[in-house]
């Protein structure tokens, strides 16, 4: 009967555990090809940003995404042949559901080498705050002169 008992609340505790529903569903939807079509700020002006500690915004619009999401990969392209390095970059992400109630998740990326393996394993927090069939939004927040400044980045699906 202890067994059985103990038995009963493991698998609850694993079932209560599992990844949500809308997780999976976002799996679902976010692969395949994407391109990183816009990418504005919350703040009026220019900026010199450097996104995901690699490239400016200007080499990062254009640039076409792949995700792989049954091994949580991706590469994404710098296809700009004004920016120095062009071509692949990989990285691992996870997508976390932060409030069921408003759809937000956390997109969490870590670049990584070929391997998938990460150098410093340093990644980015970035909020999707929008996805559909065809459109995907992540919202990044970073801090300008000790005030939060957010980075809008609209990917469109590319037909595979």
């Known amino acids: ?67 792989i999401p049954n091994n949580n990969t991706g590469i994404y392209t710098i296809n700009d042949a004004h920016c120095v390095p062009t071509g692949d970059r990989n990285f691992n992400f996870t997508i976390q559901e932060v409030d069921a109630n408003t759809g937000l998740y956390d997109f969490l990326l870590k670049p990584t080498d070929a391997r998938q393996k990460s150098v410093d394993n340093s990644g980015f927090r970035l909020q999707l705050t929008q996805l559909t069939e065809t459109t995907m939004r992540w919202e990044q927040t970073v801090s300008v002169e000790g005030k939060p400044f957010k980075i809008y980045m609209n990917f469109n699906k590319i037909n595979e």
């Not at 009963?8 to 976002?26: F, H």
């Open 1 to 67: 009967m202890k067994k059985i008992i103990a038995f009963v609340i493991l698998a609850s505790i694993v079932i209560s555990c599992g990844t949500p529903k809308t997780v999976i569903q976002s799996k679902k939807v976010i692969k395949g090809y994407w391109s990183l079509g816009q990418i504005t700020y919350s703040e009026p002006g220019t900026f010199d940003v450097t996104l995901l500690n690699d490239a400016s915004k200007e080499c990062f619009i254009g640039s076409t995404w792949r995700f």
